[in-house]
């Protein structure tokens, strides 16, 4: 359902429970993931117009549960996380797959401000950034253990990164020589670090254990 002011506005079919939804930056468009049965699915990401309810692109075969799915910034592309070895980079409006990314349990995703990246974060400790819409592996390096979560500033010049090596850490992302520089590295948690994120402005960080 979607409401305004506490009025309902719309009602979006799904085919079980939803697991998650988020709003590209314009408000116009919005990508949900649902399922029907938790082990058997089948597991659905589907995109939506806002002001209508129309349905645009999905990609309802999915092998697994979807851990991780995004809509880019600006509402362009979609990428999800619900087969094994590879993550389904796709258009938002079609549903038409414009790559696979080659990854294993990826734990997080998310896409750059300007839509023209990808990063993933997996259970093996790496952090990659990928190229939109081609999926060209850019940079990548990593953490000790496993990385549950990773963010862009709004600005897009830095990610960060919340790990099971009880860290959080800043990188520095270089455009135009593609590279992904440990900037900082938060330390004094006392386990694994579950979540990080920016503030609105970008300037502090919180981290969640």
Known sequence: ??????????????????????????????????????????????????????????????????????????????????????????????????????????????????????????SEGRVRLFAVPSGELLAENRHAKAVHSVRFDRAGNRLLTASADQTARLWSVHAKNPLLTEAQVLIGHGNEVAAAAFDPEGQRSEEHT
């Open 1 to 122: 359902m979607l409401f305004r002011s506490g009025r309902e506005l719309l009602r979006l079919p799904h085919i079980g429970p939803v697991e998650s939804v988020q709003f590209d930056d314009r408000g116009e468009r919005l990508l949900t993931v649902s399922y029907r049965d938790y082990q058997q699915g089948p597991f659905h990401a589907r995109v939506f117009d806002v002001a209508t309810g129309k349905p645009l692109g999905s990609i309802t075969d999915h092998a697994r549960f979807i851990v991780a799915a995004r809509i880019s910034k600006d509402g362009r592309f979609v990428a999800s996380n619900g087969d094994p070895g590879f993550v389904r980079l796709w258009d938002a409006a079609t549903g038409s797959e414009l790559a696979r990314i080659p990854s294993s349990r990826v734990r997080d995703l998310e896409f750059a401000p300007d839509s023209a990246s990808l990063a993933l974060a997996d």
